[in-house]
Structure formats: C-alpha cells, structure tokens
C-alpha cells in the first residue's frame, strides 16, 4: 500500500512537499513517482526516480521546479515542489511501477489535493 501526504493550500511561488510511504510488502518495483489529474484533465506523469539507483526523469513542465528523492531505509519518498504555479493544482498521486517514465505501474496510492492561487 501507497500512502501520500502532504498537499495543501499555497500562494503561486510558494512551495510544498509531498511524501509517499510503502508499506505491507518487501518493496522492490525499479522505480516510485508521482502523477498528477487536474479537474477536467487526464492524468499526467510528474516525477520519477530508480529505486535502485539515483536516475530521475521529470515531466518537461516541472523542470527545474521540483525534486524527487528517496529513503530506501524507510520506504519513502518525497516530491519537492517549489515555484508552484496555480496550473500545478491538481490531486497528486504516487506510484510505483516499471521504468524510469511509470509507463506500468504495480501500485498507486490515493491523491492529495494541492491548490495554488494566483
């Protein structure tokens, strides 16, 4: 099971960080993430990172922006978000799956809900 905190309410510029924990099972997908659905849009890939390794990917808009990391000790990771944007209101997502973009994925935890205003 995927649990996600970690959302909120922030001023656009602001900052915020979500965090995921793994828990139940001995984890061992190739790599965690983060996706995103704003209201009215499909669900989009945000950020990923090899669990067994150190690469990251990131979607092209978050460039620069964000930053994912991981605590294999503790089965964790976070996604930093900062210079956030009102577009980047959305309910986050995290997941783990199959290479580095999550193009399959064996778990998805529930959303948390991060609101940015203009």
């Known amino acids: 099971q995927l649990q996600a905190s970690g959302g909120g309410l922030v001023q656009a510029g602001g900052s915020l960080r979500l965090s995921c924990a793994a828990s139940?099972?001995?984890?061992?997908?190739?790599?965690v993430g983060w996706f995103r659905q704003a209201p009215g849009k499909e669900r989009e890939f945000v950020a990923a990172?090899?669990?067994?390794?150190?690469?990251?990917y990131y979607a092209d808009f978050v460039k620069g922006r964000f930053t994912i990391s991981k605590d294999n000790a503790k089965n964790t990771w976070t996604l930093q978000m900062n210079t956030l944007k009102p577009e980047d209101t959305a309910v986050y997502y995290c997941?783990?799956?199959?290479?580095?973009?999550?193009?399959?994925?064996?778990?998805w935890g529930q959303g948390t809900q991060v609101t940015v205003s203009s």
């Open positions: 139940g099972r001995t984890f061992s997908s190739y790599a």
């Open positions: 990172i090899r669990w067994g390794g150190a690469s990251t």
């Open positions: 997941a783990s799956g199959n290479g580095l973009g999550l193009t399959t994925l064996d778990a």
